[in-house]
């Protein structure tokens, strides 16, 4: 096969377009994401020469290098890993986009990718970068094994289009060169080059080797110099989690953080410990600042990467931590592992297994302490990753006591803008109190000011105010904590008053047969309300009903939610009502009790953030009912 000229995808045509027109901060990335490609090139063909000798090609140890050439204004990055073959390579840079390439797409072109620069950091942006710094890219690549005649040059200007030809190169691996921009030749220079390296790659395994010229000083006769030239490695290579804690600093465990994540912010709490015993392996674990754009995807990917004795088996290893821990960036390193671990065997292996269960734990256990050192980091944390974290509840049913510990909320006693955690609520509860009472809302506004809340608070008992959707299902979940059970205020027929409310079941129970006969079937029932204090009515579910947020969010998301009736509850100390029940005790076929149940009604569909049955019908009456209070005394035409 000769030339060949291909089109690039849609998604890369854009991305690169923005790559070279909006992207203007960091663009020294390019070289991590190069050096990067690079490191994963090099596990890779450590991993597959671990089953087949031959694609070693007598090598020695995996490298990059880095060449810079300021005369033809070109710095190639090169590897002797796996390489690619034609048609990986076709694959590869040009014709595939990646899943998150669309999502990475929106976000750049949002305002918020333009305030948070940052954010574009979190991606991995990839090969498509060089592009910011070159006017034209080449990658010659030849895969491990091949013939050297086997090889293959790709070449593009990213005006639309690559190219594609056969190509002859002795060793194995990955150039790829970028001939830079006129105003990029920065890239060129030693110290430049050098500083890039260490700020974001300085954790990469291989050596990243640059051939330098130094010049030494000439003996006493020839007083011009020699230039020699050495290789030298840039980055450290220290493999931080063998290291012990002790002689780690700050610094470097910021800059593995940064590798590990390709996040440029900085984590909240560093996790590194060493387990000694059967299984013996060490953990560097990270919990971010941030959470990452796309915690919620379903292809987010979980779990800290995993080595075996230095060699790196995969980047993420969801083996190891649970989902509701996808947050937690870092890395895993036993010895204890067979090196060719497949994905089937990391499934169901008992070392893995243990390693897990340990993990799991020590992550839980520092977020604990974080919650009791640093209140505010922890809450911090907590509006980043709560959301995540609750998961827990539902799919970790041993440590669930654990993870409710970590549960934050705001409620009725706690003042604006802070939270409690449920041991604490449980700690402030009157003896008297036997539940711990919760609210659902959109927001914490609207919660706060809910009429559900009157009694409550006049009998001083605290309420939870929960604004996430997944939050009724999970105390549902969850059922109790400290043996204290959960329960609504929005549904159920509580009972907070006691013995003066039967005596009021008693006196209102003709008069609130008439309401539910003029309501008919639009409620399930009416009835005296043990939880209003200032506002005439309310409309509660029964207790095993749907929840309002919960309803509402299926809803939206195109789910049909059969339609519950509900108990209209009445409040027996508002003057309304005593004025109704006096007149209804007068004449029982007073017309204006029938007109009143149905403005009741639709008060308190009002009232739980929805619209009167007859919406016309309603104005009109209260316009009258104004008109006529209005008019008291008055002499009105
Ligand atoms: P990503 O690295 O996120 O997959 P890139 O755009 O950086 O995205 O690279 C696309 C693909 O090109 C890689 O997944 C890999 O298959 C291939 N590739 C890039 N650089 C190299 C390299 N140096 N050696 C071998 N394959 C490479």
Request: aromatic residues 8%; charged residues 30%.
């Amino acid at each position: 096969m000769t030339t060949e000229t291909r089109q690039f995808k849609t998604e890369v045509n854009k991305l690169l377009e923005l790559m070279i027109h909006s992207l203007y901060s960091h663009k020294e990335i390019f070289l991590r994401e190069l050096i990067s490609n690079a490191s994963d090139a090099l596990d890779k063909g450590r991993y597959e020469a671990l089953t087949d000798e031959a694609l070693h090609e007598g090598e020695g140890e995996g490298k990059i290098q880095l060449i810079p050439d300021k005369e033809a204004g070109t710095l190639t990055v090169r590897d002797n890993g796996i390489g690619m073959t034609r048609e990986e390579i076709v694959e590869a840079l040009g014709t595939i986009a990646h899943s998150g390439t669309k999502e990475f797409l929106k976000l750049l072109e949002s305002r918020q990718a333009k305030d948070n620069p940052e954010l574009i950091g979190q991606f991995g942006v990839g090969f498509y970068s060089s592009f910011m710094v070159a006017d034209e890219v080449t990658v010659l690549s030849r895969r491990a094994g091949s013939d050297p005649g086997a090889a293959v040059r790709w070449q593009s200007t990213a005006d639309g289009t690559f190219t594609v030809e056969d190509a002859v190169k002795d060793t194995k691996g990955t150039d790829v060169i970028l001939t830079l921009k006129q105003d990029e030749r920065a890239y060129l220079d030693e110290w430049e080059l050098r500083n890039i390296v260490k700020k974001y790659s300085d954790f990469i395994e291989y050596p990243v080797a640059m051939a330098v010229t130094r010049t030494q000083p000439g003996t006493d006769g020839d007083k011009k110099g020699i230039e020699v030239t050495t290789e030298e490695t840039l980055n450290s290579r220290k493999a931080l989690w063998l290291k012990p804690k002790a002689e780690v600093t700050e610094e470097e465990y910021r800059e593995f953080y940064r590798h590990v994540s390709h996040d440029f912010g900085d984590f909240a709490k560093v996790i590194h410990y060493r387990a000694e015993g059967t299984t013996e392996f060490s953990s560097l674990l990270y919990v971010p600042k941030t959470a990452p754009w796309n915690l919620f995807y379903k292809d987010f990917k979980v779990g800290p990467m995993l080595y075996v004795r230095r060699v790196q088996i995969t980047d993420h290893c969801e083996d190891l931590l649970p989902p509701y821990l996808r947050f937690i960036k870092g890395v895993v390193e036993s010895s204890d592992l067979p090196l060719n671990v497949s994905r089937e065997i990391l499934q169901n292996n008992k070392m893995v297994e243990v390693i897990r269960k340990s993990a799991t734990k020590k992550v839980l256990d520092a977020l604990a302490e974080m919650k009791t050192d640093d209140p505010d980091a922890y809450g911090e944390f907590y509006r980043q990753f709560g959301r995540v974290l609750k998961e827990g509840l539902h799919f970790d049913f041993e440590r669930r006591e654990q993870i409710a510990d970590l549960l934050l909320f705001a409620s009725t006693a706690t003042e604006e803008g802070k939270t409690t955690t449920l041991a604490d609520y449980v700690g402030r509860m009157p003896e008297a109190q036997k539940e711990i009472y919760y609210l659902t809302g959109a927001s914490l506004a609207e919660a706060a000011a809910s009429p559900y809340l009157e009694a409550f608070r006049d009998m001083g008992y605290e309420v939870l105010l929960m604004t996430d959707e997944i939050d009724d299902l999970l105390v549902s979940n969850l059922g109790q904590y400290r043996e204290k059970p959960f329960q609504s205020v929005l549904k159920g027929d509580l009972d907070l008053g006691g013995e003066k409310r039967s005596e009021q079941k008693e006196a209102y129970g003709k008069l609130l047969d008439l309401i539910k006969d003029r309501l008919g079937n639009e409620v399930a029932e009416v009835r005296v309300s043990g939880r209003l204090k200032d506002s005439a009515v309310c409309l509660v579910r029964a207790e095993g009903d749907m929840d309002p947020q919960m309803e509402k969010m299926l809803k939206a998301l195109g789910q049909e939610v059969p339609a519950r009736k509900r108990a209209l509850e009445i409040n027996p100390d508002h003057a309304l009502l005593k004025a109704m029940s006096a007149r209804f005790e007068r004449n029982r076929d007073d017309p204006l009790l029938g007109e009143y149940s149905q403005l009741l009604f639709d008060q308190a569909l009002l009232l739980e953030g929805g619209r009167p049955k007859d919406p016309v019908a309603f104005a009109k009456a209260v316009a009258r009912l104004m008109a006529e209070r209005a008019s008291e005394g008055i002499a009105v035409d």
